[in-house]
């Protein structure tokens, strides 16, 4: 089954840090850019982050309400992306869905989130 | 700061029509935004609609349709079902691997 998988939420204090982890299955992880997106309590998705594949150079964008703190990275001999937080705040208090852009092909452009894990709550409160 | 307009609520019958739309806070949403079009329903992941302006994705039925009307991107769902009361997401891709989400759509269908 294709499927992407969130795991490593959870409680945190504020200031600490948390790495989330998506575990891809299913298809050819390498071949896909990857994005992280979350939902706050009572709030709309936030786009976090996006994370190239090797082809295209495995960097890295993220939005401005996580820059400097986050870090997306990517693992493909295990399939697995990794959202390291550090320098949590409460505001970063979330669902966290990682999610696998469309891949590009032959004269086919594609930026769009193809597929989405059920995503993993972080609580970040002292 | 770029930001991504959409209707904070909207309601339908079952069986009407309904356009969702998805703007820009400032200037037009085009093709060129790729603009995308997702399914938030508690408890579930969430569901791919529509991407590229208009081309659904696989497994979603053809009363979802996608389109630019005037300077927006819009959702159009034909023929309402009650279980298409869930919240709708609209994202423009802006560019050098960057995205941006609109507020929302909570659509009642009642």
């Known amino acids: 089954e294709v499927q992407v998988v969130e795991s490593g939420g959870g409680l945190v204090q504020p200031g600490r840090s948390l790495r989330l982890s998506c575990t891809a299955s299913?298809?050819?992880?390498?071949?896909?850019?990857m994005s992280w997106v979350r939902q706050a309590p009572g709030k709309g998705l936030e786009w976090v982050g996006f994370?190239?594949?090797?082809?295209?150079?495995?960097?890295?964008e993220y939005a401005a309400s996580v820059k400097g703190r986050f870090t997306i990275s990517r693992d493909d001999s295990k399939s697995i992306a990794y959202l390291q937080m550090n320098s949590l705040k409460i505001e970063d208090t979330a669902v966290y869905y990682c999610t696998r852009k469309g891949r590009d092909g032959y004269n086919l452009v594609l930026r769009h989130f193809d597929l989405w894990g059920r995503g993993t709550l972080v609580t970040v409160s002292s | 700061q770029t930001v991504v307009t959409q209707e904070p609520s909207f309601s339908v019958s079952p069986g009407g029509t309904v356009t969702l739309t998805c703007g820009l806070s400032s200037g037009s949403v085009s093709t060129s935004y790729y603009p995308s079009w997702y399914q938030l329903t508690p408890g579930q992941a969430p569901r791919t609609l529509i991407y590229s302006t208009n081309t659904r994705s696989s497994g979603v039925p053809d009363r979802f349709s996608g389109s630019i009307l005037g300077n927006k991107a819009a959702l159009t769902i034909t023929g309402a079902q009650a279980d298409d009361e869930s919240d709708y997401y609209c994202v423009l891709y802006m560019g050098s691997g960057i995205w941006v989400f609109g507020g929302g759509t909570k659509l009642t269908v009642l």
């Open positions: 994370i190239r594949s090797k082809a295209y150079g495995g960097t890295t």
């Open positions: 299913g298809f050819t992880f390498g071949d896909y850019g």
